[in-house]
Every structure is written in C-alpha cells, then in structure tokens.
T-cell receptor, first 115, second 115 residues
C-alpha cells in the first residue's frame, strides 16, 4: 500500500505570493492533518479534516487555509506569503475516525522557501 | 489542554551503549502517547505508541517506552545504540476534547551516536 504522498516536494516563492500544497492520504484513510515544521517553532499543528469537514485548527493566521475532497485528498493554501512561512509542511493521515489513539502516518513533506 | 516536554534537546551516546530519551506530558484526560523518529530529509516514522493498554510498550528497532502516570512520563529507551539510530526523536501527546485529531509534539531530541 502506498504511503502518504505530498506534492510538490520543494517550492520557492516570493513574498506576497500564494501557494497550494497537496496531500494524498494512504488508501482508505479518511482523516488528514497538516503540520508546519520550522527550526525555531518545531512541529506545530495547522488543521485536521475528516469527511471534508475541518474538525480542529491550530493557532495560525487566516492566511492559512485548507480543504478536503470527497476522495480524502487534501490541499492547504497559504496566501500573501511571508518570509516566516518558510518551513517543511507535513501531511499525515489516519484510518477511521482520526481519534486520539489512532496512529498518524506522515508524508515526506513539502519544503517551502519564501524569498 | 495537553502539552509535552522533552527534557533533553541533544543526547550523545556511544555505539553499543544504552539510550534514554526523556519525555514528560500534561493532559486533562487519558492521553495517547507516541514516539516518532525523523531521519535527515525524511518524514516522521512511528516508533511506538501507548493507548491505555500495557504500560510497557515495545516498538520497532529495539526501542521501548514505559508509561508512568504517577510521574506523567513516557521515557524512550534502547539497550544498545546503533549508528543508524542517529536522528531526531519526537514525543507526542494526543487527547480528546478540544484536542481531538491534534498531535502535540515535543521540541525534539537530537541523538548523536559515536563509534
């Protein structure tokens, strides 16, 4: 079974632009979560989706948004990019309801560099 | 509310000696706890998880962790370090309530293994 896939793997953008990142969960997984990883802040939760509904959201500005499609694939969008948005963005999927005891399986990440 | 503290940011061990990575957590309910490993330029891989069953949890690659509720700890150990264990390790807490679907990561412990 294929793992979580994320596209693109690398991105370079300039300040003020917007970006869309894509995540395909493991087949059969219905919950998708997104995390931002930076050297200064570590791994921070962005949002979680289940059945096309956002169930939880982290403490990020409204420039960060996401959605989930009926096939469980997910996208996240960052508008008006800032230098501080440079990070590794990780997507994770889990089987079932996505509850606290369920393992999250992580993709390789999309590395975003904002110039 | 949930939180997790990894007590060591860096740990250096000699190959063949024991490894101990310390993790304390805080949770309002009965949490699930995980250890993940991240090798350079790779995604996060699950080592093991605790979900209110046996308090001593065995994981992959010879790692194990013990859940101690009275000490709110979930330390990770390995009897004999291997060069391939050099990586960053993350302790994670996951809970119900407002934290549903949200993994709270510790700051990470960087493990260096010397020959």
């Amino acid at each position: 079974k294929a793992g979580v896939t994320q596209t693109p793997r690398y991105l370079i953008k300039t300040r003020g632009q917007q970006v869309t990142l894509s995540c395909s969960p493991i087949s059969g997984h219905r919950s998708v979560s997104w995390y931002q990883q930076t050297p200064g802040q570590g791994l921070q939760f962005l949002f979680e989706y289940f059945s096309e509904t956002q169930r939880n959201k982290g403490n990020f500005p409204g420039r960060f948004s996401g959605r989930q499609f009926s096939n469980s694939r997910s996208e996240m969008n960052v508008s008006t990019l800032e230098l501080g948005d440079s990070a590794l963005y990780l997507c994770a999927s889990s089987f079932g309801q996505g509850g606290p005891s369920e393992t999250q399986y992580f993709g390789p990440g999309t590395r975003l560099l904002v110039l | 509310a949930q939180s997790v503290t990894q007590l060591d940011s860096h740990v250096s061990v000699s190959e063949g000696t024991p490894v101990l990575l310390r993790c304390n957590y805080s949770s309002s309910y009965s949490p699930s706890l995980f250890w993940y490993v991240q090798h350079p330029n790779k995604g996060l891989q699950l080592l093991l998880k605790y979900t209110s069953a046996a308090t001593l949890v065995k994981g992959i690659n010879g790692f194990e962790a013990e859940f101690k509720k009275s000490e709110t700890s979930f330390h990770l150990t390995k009897p004999s370090a291997h060069m391939s264990d050099a990586a960053e390790y993350f302790c994670v807490v996951s809970d119900v309530g407002d934290s549903w679907g949200k993994f709270q990561f510790g700051a990470g412990t960087q493990v260096v293994v010397t020959p």
